[in-house]
């Protein structure tokens, strides 16, 4: 891709958070109607940038655009769950919320360009590399669907940790400032302890993420965009979806699934096999996780109806 196409959607990028970032500048709680506004707009940006790449360049990178587009908004999903668990544990203020996730998508896009960058050179450069990210992202998958939630204990994460020992910390908040000057000292409060827990999880998720998308298309445009539009969404997806949660049961198997199905295409390309279209990664992407979102809210359903049974009040 030529140089102007990645400097636009960068400036794209950095208007859309300008944006964003303006008007959440008074730190209001998001309401549910806010939030639900919001994604639609993320959403429609990312399904107009697929049409304008259509136009562009054709069907088939429009086609692996929206497959990784997808399968980025599905694995959002699990962070949503790792972010409510957080935000629970730090006790951050529904009024500060938004500003952690904020400055935590700016950090997860800068991440995710490097991983991104980092995994399509391995790729070209190494032929065994498409075997053994194959196989990280079937273990991953397998790991998924058996082990379930992931463990986000912040006392045993590493980096939170390796902050705390290095930097002086304040144990409370002091409004929306995540530094502040304590007794002439500069001290760092638990609103960025907070936001470095999310960004360390995060990257975690991000390996396997990029990882999955680098198996539909090694155009590294492709895969950003793709990753961009869907994470400048997590704010108001987290906003929209921290409390419904529940009924999504059954998603991490269709995510498991995918990142099986992403690793078993990287290795096949290194066979006589070859590729997988792209037509059909996408039908698979979208087939999987409309069964598992229907079979998470059918299921869902019958357990309240089994309560309501269980309870004559």
Wanted: some cysteine; hydrophobic content about 60%.
């Amino acid at each position: 891709m030529p140089l102007w196409a990645w400097a636009a959607v960068g400036a794209v990028i950095a208007v859309m958070l300008a944006v964003d970032m303006l008007s959440h500048r008074d730190n209001h709680v998001i309401e549910m109607r806010e939030a639900v506004i919001w994604s639609v707009v993320w959403i429609t940006a990312g399904l107009a940038f697929g049409l304008l790449v259509w136009a562009w360049r054709g069907p088939e990178p429009a086609v692996a655009y929206y497959s990784g587009y997808l399968l980025e908004k599905a694995l959002s999903v699990d962070n949503v769950f790792v972010f409510a668990l957080l935000f629970g544990y730090f006790r951050v203020p529904d009024e500060f919320q938004h500003k952690v996730l904020f400055w935590g998508v700016v950090g997860a896009l800068a991440f995710r360009l490097v991983f991104i960058v980092t995994g399509a050179e391995l790729l070209e450069r190494l032929a065994w590399a498409g075997v053994v990210l194959g196989a990280f992202l079937v273990w991953t998958g397998w790991r998924l669907a058996v082990r379930g939630k992931p463990d986000v204990d912040p006392e045993r994460n590493v980096a939170v940790r390796l902050f705390r020992r290095f930097v002086p910390t304040e144990p409370r908040y002091h409004g929306d400032r995540f530094v502040v000057r304590v007794a002439g000292r500069r001290r760092a409060t638990l609103l960025l302890v907070a936001l470095v827990a999310i960004e360390a999880t995060d990257i975690v998720f991000a390996v396997d993420s990029v990882a999955a998308i680098l198996a539909i298309t090694g155009n590294t445009f492709l895969v950003w965009t793709a990753t961009a539009f869907a994470v400048l969404g997590l704010r108001s997806l987290y906003f929209c979806l921290a409390g419904l949660l529940r009924h999504f049961g059954y998603l991490r198997y269709g995510l498991a699934l995918l990142l099986a199905f992403a690793g078993l295409k990287l290795i096949l390309a290194e066979t006589p096999v070859g590729k997988v279209p792209v037509w059909l990664t996408l039908a698979v992407v979208v087939v999987t996780l409309s069964v598992s979102i229907g079979w998470s809210v059918v299921a869902a359903r019958r357990e309240r109806q089994r309560a309501g049974r269980a309870d004559p009040a």
